[in-house]
């Protein structure tokens, strides 16, 4: 998993140095999300590992939209359904 994220990190051009300094992060704090008042989508792919159980986080955010799509933690990118996904949800 580690490999193919670096391989897809490299090949869109993402700040190595970036990703790696939060990955390397800790949240000490839970995540007051609660506290989050704009609309927000929660777009997982079906066969993400790393975005386990979504209805968990968007029954924490409140006004929150579960959207799951066909993929992993990588390949949902590409579904040609996550792009059309974002644009419908901001554009409402």
Known sequence: MVARFRTFAESTGADLKALAAQAAS?????IPF????APALVLVGRNDDLGTRPEVL???IPRAELQ????????AVGNPAFAPAIVEFVNR
């Open 26 to 30: 800790v949240r000490q704090q839970k």
């Open 34 to 37: 609660e506290r989050i008042t």
């Open 68 to 75: 799951i799509i066909d993929g992993d933690h990588l390949s």
């Open 58 to 60: 968007a029954e924490a």
